[in-house]
């Protein structure tokens, strides 16, 4: 598989749940979501995902009304005003159909379409889909993450789920692969995810990669979740080097500029 020389593309976080453990939920109300979205379009976002249920380890379950009623308005009125590609942060089947009628570009499943009918429902449309991996629930997925090795279980997991889309009709080159870092893994876990993500290049599909502010990044720092942008833009810096094509942040114009020196890195040269 040729390296990457291409600019890797960013992806802001646009959380509209009321508990989004970085946004304090300042962003609940659907203008203030389209203050944000407007600011990180400008920064240079190539994708902005939208969820509506907070994955924060522990966090309780939204029902799938509530979901609907949190993202569609934002996705409608993004849609509206903005020329931007839409991914939705779900793993409801029917939230995805609610999304896919309002014309989202892009799938975002933490847990790879493994809800009763998703994988049905995506081979009826042609977006592109993220499959990533997680442990358990984000209810209890923190308590005891076990693997013999991490990497080598992530991947199998991942391998998995692209034959669940190979068998469904849903096309290779549809799906983006994402190893879920936080989800189900202890801090070491997510730092040999990050060593040899390089490994994941094997299943030949590319790679969207989460680390954006995380506890992972807090552990080796010892910052706050809203004081965390360094270690996030070297996280960001050290996945896309290793072959990252989609980088999910919160703070995009200061990864639109470390994504453009991975760019010049890679190719040896600059535009
Ligand atoms: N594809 C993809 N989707 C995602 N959605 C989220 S939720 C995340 C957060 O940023 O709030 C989070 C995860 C774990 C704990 C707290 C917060 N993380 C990802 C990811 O790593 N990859």
């Known amino acids: 598989m040729a390296a990457a020389t291409a600019l890797p593309k960013v992806m802001g976080i646009l959380n509209v749940t009321p508990d989004s453990f970085s946004d304090g939920g300042r962003f609940n109300s659907v203008d203030r979501a389209l203050q944000q979205a407007e600011q990180m379009i400008a920064d240079g976002a190539d994708y902005l995902d939208i ?21 569609m308005p934002v996705i409608a009125r993004l849609r509206q005003e903005f020329d931007v590609a839409l991914s939705l942060d779900t793993c409801k089947t029917a939230v995805m159909a609610e999304g896919l009628n ?9 847990r790879a379409l493994r809800d009763e009918g998703a994988l049905a429902l995506l081979a009826q449309h ?7 991996h997680m442990q358990g629930e984000p209810r209890t997925m923190q308590h005891q993450p076990r693997y013999e090795d991490v990497v080598i279980e992530v991947k199998a997991f991942l391998q998995q789920r692209i034959r669940a889309c190979d068998e469904a009709g849903i096309a290779r080159e549809r799906i983006y692969l994402d190893p879920g870092f936080g989800f189900g893994k202890s801090v070491r876990h997510n730092y040999q995810l990050l060593q040899r993500m390089q490994a994941l290049h094997e299943l030949q599909l590319p790679l969207l990669v989460g680390v954006s502010r995380k506890s992972m990044l807090g ?14 833009l070297a996280a960001a810096t050290i996945a896309a080097m290793k072959g990252a094509r989609i980088i999910r942040v919160h703070d995009v114009r200061e990864t639109v500029d470390a994504m453009k020196v991975v760019a010049a890195t890679l190719a040896g040269d600059f535009s």
């Open 51 to 71: 969820g509506g249920e907070s994955t924060r380890p522990g966090a309780d379950a939204v029902s799938v009304q509530e979901e609907i009623d949190r993202v």
């Open 219 to 232: 552990h080796v720092t010892g910052r706050e979740v809203e004081d965390r942008l360094p270690a996030s």
């Open 102 to 110: 309002q014309g989202i570009a892009l799938v975002n499943d933490i």
């Open 126 to 132: 042609d977006v592109d889909v993220c499959l990533m």
